[in-house]
């Protein structure tokens, strides 16, 4: 049976709401959102859904956003730190859970039983799904925005579920910005990308690359600085 995004919304604000952490109220309306106003500013989050909608091979997805701001007008706007939980949980375990149950879904759609997923090959050896979805076998360790499948009314309850029990920890994860060792890392990668950017010269962007991957240990952000030195390397060549 096809399920509207009203559908979706309507489920998951049955499972989360009776759930709610102390002080946080329904957003009004057909949605599922929710905030927190206290001196701090607005802590506020939303379930949304893939903009692309139904489909009778694939079903649909939703993610989850959180969002701190200023006061109520600003949240009203959507403005202020927002994060999606791909990042938010970013080296946690629980994202990996999201990973597993995710692929446990996939499994289940007609469209993947059906073998009717479409990829292609890029000339460097990467696969890219065209149409439908794939298992991720890769451990979920780095951010990504990762969306939660689903295809039934169940798949949803079960999702909503899963997430009322854990909002306690996301929520104070994002509210006091709490980081794993792979979120420190991304952070000190975004330090030195804007730092990168901001100079002007490449060898001025060289010099500023090499001295992040001499004091990097992460081998993921590591290998990411690796190949944008490697890419000014050939800009800095004679003829480049």
């Known amino acids: ?35 927190q106003e206290s001196a701090a500013g607005v802590l506020a989050f939303w379930c949304q859904c ?25 949240a009203q706007r959507l403005s202020g730190r927002r994060e ?43 696969e890219i799904v065209l149409e439908g979805y794939r ?6 360790v780095y951010a990504q925005d990762i969306w939660l499948h689903y295809y039934t009314a ?17 929520l104070e994860c994002f509210a006091q910005q709490t980081r794993s060792a792979a979120g ?14 901001d100079c002007r010269e490449y060898p001025g962007k060289l010099a500023l690359l090499d001295d992040y991957l001499a004091s990097e240990s992460d081998p993921y952000y590591r290998a990411s600085a690796s190949r944008m030195r490697d890419a000014l390397l050939q800009v800095l060549k004679p003829g480049g």
């Open 135 to 140: 298992a991720d076998p890769q451990p979920a």
């Open 1 to 35: 049976m096809k399920l509207s995004g009203k559908a979706v919304y309507k489920l998951l604000r049955a499972a989360i709401s009776p759930r709610l952490p102390a002080g946080f109220v329904a957003a009004p309306g057909n949605v599922a959102a929710w905030q």
């Open 50 to 74: 893939d903009k692309w909608g139904w489909d009778a091979r694939w079903g649909s997805r939703f993610t989850l956003e959180f969002l701190l701001a200023s006061d109520a007008d600003a």
């Open 184 to 197: 420190l890392a991304h952070r000190r990668f975004d330090a030195a990308l804007g730092r990168v950017q």
């Open 84 to 126: 999606r939980i791909g990042e938010l949980l970013e080296g946690f375990p629980e994202l990996d859970e999201l990973r597993q149950r995710n692929n446990a879904v996939i499994a289940r759609l007609p469209g993947t039983l059906a073998d009717a997923c479409v990829v292609t090959v890029t000339d460097d050896g990467n």
């Open 154 to 170: 169940d798949d949803v309850a079960a999702w909503g579920e899963y997430l009322a029990a854990r909002l306690p920890r996301f």
